[in-house]
């Protein structure tokens, strides 16, 4: 079993066994009047997600990153041929039990693919979850579980609405998008207009991964893994180069106006401490380069309620998806009684 500390405290893994469980689709249609705060209307017509669990269990709500979607867990028997984005966390038996919980896993706003760039906030999203929860009659939930932009929505869902949600299990995310992480994002935004504005938009989204993928990881990991020797003459790769490009140029899980709407978004997050009536379990990876470890402590100090996590990783911001039984650690945590 993996031990993590919280709050000066050492707590355990518990192991279960159970069935599997294939989630179902939940659209929720987006009221014609429904307005983004910047005044713009979504071109989609409806919202959707994925629900798992038993029908009268505790509702759960589960985000990842911008890179999740709406499946959490994927079965071999299921029509999805990838994973879903949190396998070993959530499952029949694991941390987040699909056998004991109702999981809503989420899509985020705007579709792919994207026709513009919208001006979206959590706040936003959060507003369209709540959709989805009224769709399938869930006035209060038990949990939002969130990690990175997931856990951002988590906040602003809680500060929109404080009644009704009764806990948070925030992994690295904070009230604030901060100022140094704006700074490489907003860099990524130039480098997918660059590419866009010039005929190869593929080419841009390339080399943003690539510029992205620095800041999702720790310096000591690629120290660790990448201090090789120099290439025989200038321009050629280095090993890290190699490394960011492989994963820069296999990267197609968005496009421009949907990579640069999400990214914004994140830029825009602001949250409200003392707005948010419920538990909070925060979870903070001091390694990580997008989220400061002291940004998360002061998150957890304007709380009302909460319970601050260190989560010691390597992986830094990408931790939440590395590190899959200190999250189980974390998430089971969050949700016993």
């Known amino acids: 079993m993996t031990d993590f500390t919280v709050t000066g405290h050492t707590m355990n893994a518990l192991t279960f066994t159970a069935p599997d469980l294939i989630g179902t689709d939940i659209t929720a249609p987006i009221p014609a009047d429904f307005r983004l705060q910047s005044g713009m209307k979504l071109e989609q017509q409806d919202v959707v997600a994925r629900l798992y669990g038993p029908k009268d269990a505790p509702v759960v709500v589960a985000a990842g990153g911008i890179s999740a979607g709406r499946v959490l867990f994927a079965k071999e028997d299921a029509t999805d041929t990838a994973p879903g984005w949190w396998e070993g966390v959530a499952g029949p038996g694991e941390a987040l039990d699909l056998n004991r919980f109702r999981v809503l896993s989420i899509e985020f706003a705007p579709r792919l693919p994207a026709s513009q760039i919208y001006t979206i906030t959590t706040h936003d999203q959060a507003r369209l979850v709540k959709l989805l929860l009224d769709q399938i009659g869930a006035e209060k939930i038990y949990s939002f579980i969130g990690a990175s932009y997931g856990a951002m929505i988590g906040l602003a869902f809680a500060e929109l609405y404080p009644d009704a949600v009764e806990r948070l299990c925030?992994?690295?995310?904070?009230?604030?998008?901060?100022?140094?992480?704006?700074?490489?994002?907003?860099?990524?935004?130039?480098?997918?207009?660059?590419?866009?504005?010039?005929?190869?938009?593929?080419?841009?989204?390339?080399?943003?991964?690539?510029?992205?993928?620095?800041?999702?990881?720790?310096?000591?990991?690629?120290?660790?893994?990448?201090?090789?020797?120099?290439?025989?003459?200038?321009?050629?790769?280095?090993?890290?180069?190699?490394?960011?490009?492989?994963?820069?140029?296999?990267?197609?899980?968005?496009?421009?106006?949907?990579?640069?709407?999400?990214?914004?978004?994140?830029?825009?997050?602001?949250?409200?401490?003392?707005?948010?009536k419920a538990k909070v379990f925060l979870a903070a990876v001091p390694t990580d380069r997008l989220v400061p470890y002291d940004d998360m402590k002061a998150l957890s100090e304007a709380l009302t309620d909460s319970v601050f996590i260190d989560f010691p990783s390597l992986y830094g911001h990408d931790a939440f998806l590395k590190e899959i039984k200190l999250v189980s650690d974390i998430v089971r945590t969050s949700l016993e009684k």
Not at 241 to 267: P, Q
Request: one cysteine or more; charged letters at 25%.
């Open 170 to 276: 925030v992994i690295s995310a904070a009230h604030r998008a901060h100022p140094m992480a704006t700074a490489f994002r907003g860099l990524q935004r130039r480098l997918l207009v660059f590419g866009k504005e010039n005929g190869k938009p593929a080419e841009g989204i390339s080399l943003a991964r690539q510029l992205a993928m620095t800041t999702y990881r720790s310096d000591a990991e690629f120290s660790e893994r990448f201090d090789g020797p120099p290439p025989e003459a200038a321009g050629d790769n280095y090993v890290v180069c190699g490394y960011l490009r492989a994963r820069g140029d296999a990267y197609s899980a968005t496009d421009v106006n949907r990579w640069i709407s999400m990214s914004d978004s994140l830029d825009r997050h602001r949250v409200d401490p003392a707005k948010i």
